[in-house]
């Protein structure tokens, strides 16, 4: 299952660590708040759990979209498709 994971985040404290947590999953940045990688369930709900305890539900906004492989091929798109980092792979940037 490949994971989108997009926010806006007020704060810059809130919104760091958010994407620390983001990196730490294994995802990949493909914009400025926008991450993309494979994430297992499990984690996946650790990782809504932390988020939630550090935003601003009136003001900040974190979407987690989920899609399958089969789904993900089909997105439409202009440019280039992200990366996918595979399991236990590592990108620097």
């Known amino acids: 299952m490949y994971t989108w ?6 704060l810059d404290k809130a919104r760091l660590k958010t994407a620390k ?4 999953l294994g995802l990949r ?3 400025k708040s926008v991450f993309l990688g494979k994430v297992k ?6 990782f809504r759990q932390e988020v939630a ?9 974190v979407f987690i979209f989920q899609s399958t492989e089969k789904n993900f091929k089909k997105m439409l798109r202009v440019g280039s498709l ?4 595979a399991p ?5 940037f």
Request: charged share 30%; aromatic share 8%; hydrophobic share 40%.
């Open 21 to 24: 947590l983001c990196q730490q």
């Open 41 to 46: 369930k499990r984690k996946l709900e650790h």
């Open 82 to 85: 992200p990366v996918v980092p």
């Open 53 to 61: 305890a550090l935003v601003d539900e009136a003001r900040d906004r």
């Open 5 to 10: 994971i997009i926010y806006d985040i007020s």
């Open 88 to 92: 236990g792979q590592t990108f620097f």
């Open 29 to 31: 940045r493909v914009q």
